[in-house]
């Protein structure tokens, strides 16, 4: 028995989903037109099962009971984001003041040993907590427990594929200052930005170039890897 | 006259002119309305978010969470809706990045930093954020299936057929060509009508 044709999967389908004219093998190959012909079903199973997929009742009454727990945090919204991973991994948090605001914030009660801030600045300032454009700047600061520059990085992506910030792990040591280690980065174009900060006993992996991909290398390694939140720039 | 100040207990489905509808939710923003924009958002993209979040996670719970903080932020962010977007875009994007944030977070916890060698997608080079493989053991076929891909073939694959999303509107809330999400598209298609043969659903 002959191999069945595979031209739709290898170009068909491709060529349909470009809306190109098809060439006449596709009217007339019974393996092609079966092929399409199951596509055409998979396709309207997926929205019989998607009109399935429904919220919960309740939702909206979930969202504004949520929106109402959650206002008097608003003014830190823009960096908000960012507390709930932090949180799940058991570490501290604590806000740069907004402009105009009273002083820096404070530290996360539990005392947790690590902190991580993030704003975005205008020299030594900063001058925004929400709303991220592309020019602004992103300045992470981590306290970390270790005072080891080897034993630390920091790694910025971008959309998680394109890593735009590395220091530590044997290359650039991170910047020390005032017993933390900092990034800041230009965020020239509009995507999520994402931090990983890196804590290890021994030698950090250099960055290979995704979020994912070091953060394994990372692992792999031994170290603790701790994942942000993006930050959306739009 | 305004599909809401028609009839404001039942602010316009997708189904009817989306033009329109975003134009009225503009509308109830200009007047300051922020609760009544965010409600009709929610009545015209609520159940296409939740079917984004829940296609992405294919986790009820989680869905029904990250589905909800979709819409806390976007009330959050609506006094600075910049308008470079339909709604629609601008809602879809929030989900994207939420519902891979919950995907990344959910494994961290399983501590199941998969690698792309255990991807059964060879020819897709997006990274690897497949779900708990025992948790998707309990799913109906398609929904197992779907699991089996990588999460942004899956939900190019969603997009485009549940939601009948262009591959430039795709392209928008990812970030990429419309060219490499419709060869994602298409290479997946065949992917899932194995997966599917395989587990004896016949199309
Ligand atoms: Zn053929």
Redesign the pocket.
């Known amino acids: 028995m002959a191999e069945p044709?595979?031209?739709?999967d290898a170009e068909?389908r491709l060529a349909t989903e470009r809306g190109e004219t098809l060439d006449a093998?596709?009217a007339a190959?019974?393996?092609?037109?079966a092929?399409r012909a199951a596509d055409a079903a998979l396709s309207a199973r997926l929205v019989e099962t998607g009109a399935r997929w429904q919220p919960p009742g309740d939702w909206e009454a979930r969202v504004f009971a949520r929106i109402a727990r959650e206002a008097p945090a608003r003014r830190f919204s823009w960096w908000y984001a960012l507390f709930p991973a932090l949180a799940a991994a058991g570490l501290a948090v604590f806000f740069f003041a907004p402009r105009g605001g009273g002083g820096p914030g404070s530290p996360d009660p539990s005392g947790a040993g690590f902190e991580v801030q993030i704003g975005v600045v205008d020299g030594a300032q900063v001058v925004r907590s929400e709303n991220p454009k592309p020019g602004d700047t992103l300045r992470l600061t981590a306290r970390v427990p270790t005072r080891d520059p080897a034993r630390v990085a920091i790694r910025i992506y971008r959309d998680d594929r394109t890593l735009i910030f590395a220091c530590g792990g044997g290359e650039v040591p991170c910047s020390l200052a005032d017993d933390a280690v900092r990034a800041e980065v230009l965020m020239t174009a509009p995507g999520a930005y994402r931090s990983i900060i890196l804590t290890g006993a021994g030698p950090l992996p250099a960055p290979a170039g995704t979020l994912d991909a070091d953060a394994a290398a990372a692992r792999a390694a031994g170290a603790s890897v701790t994942l942000g939140e993006a930050v959306r720039v739009w | 006259m305004t599909p809401t100040e028609d009839n404001p207990t039942t602010p316009p489905r997708a189904s009817s002119d989306p033009g329109a509808a975003e134009q009225a939710v503009l509308a109830l923003l200009e007047r300051d309305d922020r609760r009544g924009a965010l409600t009709a958002l929610m009545r015209l993209y609520g159940d296409a978010i939740y079917r984004h979040c829940y296609g992405t996670l294919l986790d009820a719970d989680l869905a029904a969470d990250v589905h909800q903080t979709v819409f806390v932020e976007a009330w959050r962010d609506l006094p600075r809706f910049s308008g470079r977007s339909s709604f629609k875009t601008w809602l879809f994007a929030i989900a994207r990045h939420r519902c891979l944030d919950a995907l990344k977070i959910g494994r961290r916890r399983r501590s199941r930093f998969t690698t792309d060698d255990d991807a059964p997608e060879p020819a897709d080079p997006a990274r690897d954020a497949e779900t708990d493989l025992a948790a998707r053991s309990m799913l109906p076929p398609l929904e197992n299936c779907l699991g089996g891909l990588r999460a942004e073939s899956r939900t190019a694959v969603l997009l485009r057929f549940q939601e009948s999303m262009s591959y430039e509107d795709m392209g928008k809330l990812t970030g990429e060509l419309a060219g490499s999400l419709q060869a994602r598209v298409a290479r997946a298609m065949p992917v899932l009508r194995k997966c599917l043969e395989a587990a004896g659903v016949s199309l």
Request: charged content about 15%; aromatic content about 16%.
């Open positions: 044709c595979t031209r739709w068909g093998h596709f190959c019974p393996d092609c037109l092929a």
